[in-house]
């Protein structure tokens, strides 16, 4: 079984550049978050998804941009990188009255110089 | 806001001992639901055990259990007879209740560092 694909897993831009983190489930869950881990700093959500065509901010949304493609895929874009989004991005989903049980991807390690 | 604070950033055990790791909480919520998440050197997180507030027994799963005690809110986890594999950073994580509005998603401790010496 898959579980959650994260595509990249090793990413390096320049300031001022974009990119989207990639994110698929075949677990036919219905919510599905990102997060972001920093040294010393545990996981922080950015945005996550409850269902296929909503999305809601978390607790550090500012610079991210999310798309709910579909119930299978929520991408993670960043427009305009800064220095301070270097980090390891998650993907996670979890199945409908299972709060809390999260199953994660193995990390998107994104560096901006 | 809910906080969750792992006050160990690092602990060590011989293998086969046990080992207890630390996690406390602030919410105003009665229901929720705890949890402590592995994360080994691979960075994949895996979900340890859980526990839901209502409960007053304490979770257990195989050599993995918790000492959730409401009113102090704690909830740590207690690793019997540890294993090289059980090596990796433990991160406790705070859910509030579906129920009760507030953003879906976890939240997370800073985490303790395991180091299993042989």
């Known amino acids: 079984n898959a579980g959650v694909t994260q595509t990249p897993k090793f990413q390096v831009l320049k300031t001022g550049q974009s990119m989207t983190l990639q994110c698929a489930q075949d677990?036919?869950?219905?919510?599905m978050y990102w997060y972001r881990q920093d040294p010393g700093m545990g996981l922080r959500l950015i945005y996550y998804?409850?269902?296929?065509?909503?999305?809601d901010k978390g607790e550090v949304p500012n610079g991210y941009n999310v798309s709910r493609l579909n119930k299978r895929e929520f991408s993670l874009r960043l427009e305009s990188a800064a220095p301070s989004q270097t980090s390891v991005y998650f993907c996670?989903?979890?199945?409908?009255?299972?709060?809390?049980?999260?199953?994660f991807g193995e990390g998107s390690r994104l560096t901006v110089l | 806001a809910q906080t969750v604070t792992q006050s160990q950033p690092e602990m060590s055990v011989q293998e086969a001992e046990t080992v207890t790791l630390s996690c406390t909480y602030d919410?105003?919520?009665?229901?929720?639901?705890l949890f402590w998440y592995k994360q080994p050197p691979s960075r994949q997180m895996i979900l340890v055990i859980r526990?839901?507030?209502?409960?007053?027994q304490n979770a257990t799963e195989n050599r993995f259990s918790v000492n959730f005690q409401k009113a102090a809110k704690s909830f740590s986890l207690k690793i019997s007879d540890s294993q090289l594999g059980d090596a990796a950073m433990y991160f406790c994580?705070?859910?509030?209740?579906?129920?009760?509005?507030?953003?879906?998603?976890?939240?997370f401790g800073k985490g303790t560092h395991l180091i299993i010496q042989p």
């Open positions: 996670a989903s979890r199945r409908q009255g299972a709060p809390g049980e999260l199953f």
């Open positions: 919410t105003s919520e009665s229901d929720y639901y």
């Open positions: 677990m036919n869950h219905n919510s």
């Open positions: 994580a705070y859910r509030g209740s579906p129920s009760g509005g507030g953003a879906d998603g976890l939240t």
């Open positions: 526990q839901e507030a209502y409960k007053q």
């Open positions: 998804s409850a269902s296929e065509g909503t999305t």
